[in-house]
């Protein structure tokens, strides 16, 4: 990944997605996966976001989510839902910016990457930071439970913009979480 930051990041209008690309190599506001599947045509009125946004150059690392009425996610959906389903539109959760404005952020610590992201996403509503828990993580474990979430990813505020897994984040997940109704279930 860091080699594909290097190439779109002086690109204007660039986004990253973390299970999509958004790449202005080809065009301002791609959704293009980590495996080079271009999804663009698939959330457009994502992308218009993404293009909407008034910033010269940017890089965003998220995922496309769907929410249910209790506001968990609902990957599954992505895929396909029962049409009686009450859900929110496809929605871009962001956790991440590597490079906004010109500037490369991978060496900056993470609370100053995610006051970029508020900064940037202020008043958007398909593209989201995604929600914060508790600092401590015993009380942020306990707000997943409680709010009936898959899990989290714990984060050192300090820690730098790293490609691939890093002991600098942590992914913490109920065991067998919603497994049947996620169709992984297999008797």
Not at 11 to 17: E, F, K, S, Y
């Amino acid at each position: 990944m860091p080699c594909l930051l290097d190439r779109i990041a002086h690109q204007p209008a660039t986004a990253l997605l973390g299970s999509f690309f958004g790449s202005s190599g080809r065009e301002p506001g791609m959704l293009v996966s980590r495996q080079g599947v271009d999804h663009t045509s698939r959330y457009p009125d994502i992308v218009a976001a993404l293009r909407s946004l008034e910033v010269p150059s940017l890089i965003l690392d998220g995922e496309i989510a769907v929410f249910d009425q209790a506001l968990i996610s609902r990957f599954e959906w992505l895929r396909r839902r029962a049409p009686t389903e009450t859900a929110t539109p496809p929605l871009f959760m962001v956790f991440d910016c590597p490079h906004a404005r010109g500037k490369d952020l991978r060496d900056r610590p993470l609370y100053v990457r995610r006051n970029v992201i508020e900064d940037t996403l202020d008043d958007q509503d398909l593209l989201l930071p995604v929600r914060r828990l508790a600092d401590d993580g015993l009380k942020a474990w306990q707000q997943v439970l409680e709010r009936g979430y898959e899990g989290l990813v714990a984060k050192d505020p300090t820690s730098l913009y790293r490609g691939g897994r890093t002991l600098a984040w942590l992914k913490v997940k109920q065991r067998d979480y919603r497994v049947e109704e996620r169709g992984f279930y297999k008797p």
